[in-house]
């Protein structure tokens, strides 16, 4: 009875040893896993971070040639106006002194 007794002893302590030396296996994987995990994901971040700076540039310098667009738009814009004015004041000028001519009024 004391051999059954040791043997179930020993045989309990392997099976105990073994499970702990399977759950410390697993655990390292898991650790070797997270850190790869951790790594990539900084590499994502930085990598998206990159992006978005380049992103951004790329968005101020369309800004500008807008900016630069409308304020070309708005001087060809002040000389039609001039041009128009100049054309009215023309018109209203041959009117009043061709009394010959169509009166718009």
Known sequence: MRKEVIATLLAVSIQFFGVVWYISKLDSKVNILYDKFEKEQSQDVIENQVKMKLDLANLIKEVKQI???LREENNKNKE???????LFELLENTTNNNSTGYNYN
């Open 67 to 69: 900016k630069k667009q």
């Open 80 to 86: 039609i106006m001039k041009q128009h004015e100049n």
